[in-house]
């Protein structure tokens, strides 16, 4: 029954059975992010008389990454995922009305435009193979640097705008499927990865910023990997 059972095996995941001896490999990842904050207030913005609403936005970017896959047994992989992150977010405030706009609530948005370095680190649960097919779940922990803060931050001080930590800590999860191709193994996948630190420098004198108590990035990626 066993050599029966293991032809069949063979013959429904060939291309699986051909990547299942790599040890380790290799690879680049491409995808889509929908980036923004979530946002909480401070105890200036209940007794501020200017604006009555602050609210993250999300904005669109891409991403582009390297792979390091380190096969843990049959079901389990370390992940590494060093690469670039482009993205766009936004705040946007939402005014008192003024009695010169007759009674239209203006609104106003705060752009920030960011290149991040990133460093995720991974764990990856595989289920069985089945005809070449592997669906999975991944959890993990990434830490990104804006390279482009120091420009922004000049644009920041004479603009007096809200400014971000460069500095960002977030776990991730997410899920995908791969298929093993003759050549290459092909993995869409779906990945939120959520801030767990403030990255909002305060500004006491700053109105747009006094009235922000913590923001926290929140990233949404659709990813497709390529492995060999």
Same mark, same amino acid.
């Given at each position: 029954?066993?050599?029966?059972?293991?032809?069949?095996?063979?013959?429904?995941?060939?291309?699986?059975?051909?990547?299942?001896? %790599?040890?380790?490999?290799?690879?680049?990842?491409?995808?889509?992010?929908?980036?923004?904050?979530?946002?909480?207030?401070?105890?200036?913005?209940?007794?501020?008389?200017?604006?009555?609403?602050?609210?993250?936005?999300?904005?669109?970017?891409?991403?582009?990454?390297?792979?390091?896959?380190?096969?843990?047994?049959?079901?389990?992989?370390?992940?590494?995922?060093?690469?670039?992150?482009?993205?766009?977010?936004?705040?946007?405030?939402?005014?008192?009305?003024?009695?010169?706009?007759?009674?239209?609530?203006?609104?106003?948005?705060?752009?920030?435009?960011?290149?991040?370095?990133?460093?995720?680190?991974?764990?990856?649960? %595989?289920?069985?193979?089945?005809?070449?097919?592997?669906?999975?779940?991944?959890?993990?922990?990434?830490?990104?640097?804006?390279?482009?803060?120091?420009?922004?931050?000049?644009?920041?001080?004479?603009?007096?705008?809200?400014?971000?930590?460069?500095?960002?800590?977030?776990?991730?999860?997410?899920?995908?499927?791969?298929?093993?191709?003759?050549?290459?193994?092909?993995?869409?996948?779906?990945?939120?990865?959520?801030?767990?630190?403030?990255?909002?420098?305060?500004?006491?004198?700053?109105?747009?910023?006094?009235?922000?108590?913590?923001?926290?990035?929140?990233?949404?990626?659709?990813?497709?990997?390529?492995?060999?």
């Amino acid at each position: 029954m066993e050599s029966l059972s293991a032809q069949f095996n063979a013959k429904d995941n060939y291309n699986y059975l051909d990547f299942q001896r %790599k040890a380790y490999y290799f690879g680049m990842s491409f995808g889509y992010n929908s980036s923004g904050y979530q946002v909480n207030h401070s105890r200036n913005f209940v007794s501020n008389d200017s604006i009555n609403i602050v609210e993250g936005a999300n904005g669109p970017g891409i991403n582009l990454q390297m792979i390091l896959n380190l096969k843990i047994g049959e079901y389990f992989d370390f992940r590494i995922l060093p690469g670039f992150s482009f993205s766009e977010r936004r705040l946007e405030y939402t005014s008192t009305p003024l009695a010169q706009t007759g009674g239209i609530v203006p609104i106003y948005t705060k752009k920030i435009e960011s290149v991040f370095a990133e460093i995720p680190f991974q764990i990856r649960f %595989k289920s069985a193979p089945y005809k070449d097919k592997r669906m999975y779940v991944m959890a993990g922990a990434k830490y990104s640097y804006d390279v482009e803060s120091g420009a922004r931050v000049r644009k920041d001080k004479a603009a007096r705008l809200v400014q971000i930590s460069p500095h960002d800590y977030q776990i991730e999860y997410g899920i995908g499927m791969q298929f093993f191709m003759p050549f290459f193994i092909f993995s869409p996948e779906l990945k939120i990865s959520q801030g767990i630190g403030n990255i909002h420098i305060y500004k006491s004198n700053l109105n747009d910023s006094s009235v922000l108590e913590t923001v926290k990035s929140r990233i949404f990626t659709i990813g497709f990997h390529f492995e060999g």
